[in-house]
């Protein structure tokens, strides 16, 4: 028999976010919350848990089910048993709160519809931890009228640090990855982090959130949809574009195109004087323009344990403050404009034989597809050496860059690695 006004806590997975939500409660010995059971893989694994440790068990249904549990919640990670123990939950009129992107990304249309039909609190702020306060304004702004334009973000405090890493510091992607995973900014295996598609699962559910329209539409997925992680990138691709005025940063985007949207995830350039450009570290940030061209931005922590915990308890004191939980609207059908059909400036880079002509045979391949260039850097070396080309370029369909870009690589005079950027306004 709990207290009166005791809420019943049941927490799924014990690892960093969780043990660190775990040992907060205990610390503070909440007279508000009290946990009683907790699920883990390995039970045996130290942990510092004091008195906690006799409540542990290996199956989330003893979690979910136990009589006292009134709010769930579910830091495992992975999609299964993740989307079943947050589905039973909600079946049995249980609050849940979820740092799951995956489960999201990928089931946010069921389990928004079952909350809202079960009346009961899911709480998702820890999905997006590093800018939550800006999705919950514009979640409260668009319906009163407010229409974006264009949003673009930084969404993985990993990524972030690994590029500031490699700029200020000069360090290849691969050692920048290592000091990340040494300061506990990206995990063992950080593929996920790094090839885009946590930041994709981020933004799906941004989107989601916004305009109401699922996320777990079979196009707004990393497999489908334009995703690029930050895993080719150089640190001379960092110095050439910082040479010309800009940081590169992993984006998510939302953008509007005349009734179309484009839903991606790709490393930009961005000008340095932009606020997304000022991140640093770990740093997450968004910057949204609406159809006035008004611009509104906010940035926050959003790498590591402690932002995801700080979001995880807010959502548990709002739920128990009897606060109403933001949750999307009915969905609308998408008018998803193709990846190919995108318009954007461009940075190319290019390894290329130093000898006369190069330039020229690569003019004219862009000059063929329509494609104007605005700016050249080129580095004297001995004749015969390989040397970077940097061209930007103006405005441009990514189908005509993609196919130029394709035809440039052909080129006798042309070797690896070459890449292109997108360029953000």
């Not at 976010?17 to 010995?29: D, P």
């Not at 514009?138 to 500031?164: E, Y």
């Not at 959003?302 to 709002?318: E, F, S, W, Y």
């Not at 260039?373 to 103006?394: F, M, N, W």
């Amino acid at each position: 028999m709990k207290p009166s006004g005791v809420r019943g806590v049941g927490l799924l997975g014990c690892g960093t976010v969780g043990g660190e939500v775990a040992g907060y409660l205990v610390r503070e010995r909440s007279a508000q919350f009290k946990i009683h059971k907790i699920a883990v893989r390995e039970p045996g694994k130290p942990r510092r848990l004091g008195r906690l440790k006799d409540r542990l068990t290996t199956d989330w249904r003893e979690v979910v089910d136990h009589p006292d549990v009134d709010v769930v919640l579910e830091l495992m990670g992975g999609e299964q048993p993740a989307f079943a123990a947050m589905k039973r939950a909600l079946e049995r009129g249980k609050a849940v709160v979820t740092a799951n992107k995956l489960v999201l990304s990928r089931h946010g249309r069921e389990l928004y519809d079952l909350a809202r039909r079960q009346g009961v609190y899911l709480g998702l702020r820890a999905t997006i931890a590093g800018i939550h306060p800006m999705i919950f304004f514009l979640h409260l702004a668009l319906p009163a009228g407010k229409s974006i334009r264009s949003l673009h973000a930084v969404l993985n405090g990993t990524c972030n640090f690994v590029l500031d890493e490699m700029e200020s510091a000069s360090r290849s992607f691969e050692d920048a990855v290592r000091v990340a995973q040494k300061l506990g900014y990206a995990e063992a295996d950080p593929s996920l982090d790094v090839l885009g598609r946590d930041t994709f699962h981020k933004i799906s559910i941004i989107h989601q959130l916004v305009y109401g329209v699922s996320a777990a539409d079979g196009r707004i997925s990393p497999d489908r949809g334009l995703c690029e992680g930050i895993d080719r990138i150089t640190a001379e691709d960092l110095h050439f574009a910082a040479e010309l005025g800009y940081r590169v940063k992993l984006l998510g985007t939302i953008e509007s195109v005349e009734g179309r949207r484009s839903i991606r995830v790709h490393p930009a350039l961005v000008p340095k004087e932009h606020v997304l450009a000022l991140l640093k570290g770990a740093e997450n940030g968004m910057v949204m323009v609406d159809d006035y061209g008004e611009k509104s931005g906010y940035t926050g922590l959003g790498a590591g344990a402690k932002p995801t915990r700080i979001a995880v308890l807010q959502d548990l004191h709002a739920w128990a403050a009897g606060q109403a939980g933001v949750l999307p609207g009915e969905g609308r059908t998408l008018n998803l404009l193709p990846a190919d059909e995108i318009a954007s400036k461009y940075f190319l880079k290019f390894t290329v034989i130093d000898r006369a002509g190069v330039l020229a045979q690569i003019s004219r391949v862009l000059w063929r597809h329509n494609i104007s260039i605005s700016a050249v850097i080129q580095k004297e070396r001995r004749e015969g050496d390989r040397v970077p080309l940097i061209i930007t370029t103006h405005e441009t369909m990514e189908r005509s860059m993609r196919r130029s870009f394709k035809e440039i690589l052909r080129l006798s005079v042309v070797r690896s690695p070459s890449t292109f950027l997108r360029i953000v306004p």
